[in-house]
């Protein structure tokens, strides 16, 4: 690929460091005290339609909260990350379960070069909001790319579907909610996500999603912070 002088580097750290083993350690540490990762991925395989057969991408794979769960459903997943400390993670508890379908892919929605033939799905949870709101665009066109004609993209992240003059309470109240739920721990991880990550309002995400070549099948909002897109590509 060739990168252009103006384009973003997608490697450098935006708000949490993933590069830093023990901040790895820590997300999945703390993840799993919250989120039910086999739950999430017999969603996404139900909701995307993902068969035995089929070909996927995971975009900002992390830790594998879904990889690990899905590679037994299908043939082949491609864990895509901008860390290499995540990747490695991943890869080692990918070994530990003796999963041997994997290939892992250092790159990003920026950089990856999907040089092989378009897959039947890409799936991305928590991890476009690392992208500021311009590149994310330039990110999803790059994924309408990676897809077949009518792949699917099922895209969760934390992205505000609250209203604009009520932005101050709402963020007080998603810090203190997780705190109550998951602990104080849980304060400077959700702080750090709102002022130094770039997630963005719901009806920013809509028109890029369209823009970039996707239908929007479905929107699911569990609350005003979390959002999943089910998409196929036109
Ligand atoms: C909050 S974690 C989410 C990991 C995993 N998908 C999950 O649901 O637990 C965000 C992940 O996105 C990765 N990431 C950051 N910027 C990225 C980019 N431009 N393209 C792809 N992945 C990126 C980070 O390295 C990190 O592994």
New binding site residues.
Partial sequence: MNIPEWYRD?NLP?G?D?TDITQVEV?DRR?QRFRDYGAFANHVIEAAGIQPDHTLI??????G??VLQAASRCRMIYA????KT?LAFLRQKADLRGIDNVVYCHG???TYDHTTAPVDAVI????LH??PDFWKLV?LRRVAQMLKPGGRLYLMDVIFSFKPEELHEQVEGWIDGFVKTVGEEFREEVVTHVRDEFSTFDWVMEGFLERAGFRIDSITASDTFTSTYLCTKV
Wanted: hydrophobic share 45%; aromatic share 14%; glycine share 14%.
């Fill in positions: 997608e935006t949490v993933y997300y993840h995971d975009l900002g794979a992390g830790t909260a879904f895509v990350d901008v860390s995540m990003g929605f920026l991305s949870s928590a991890a690392h992208l990110g």
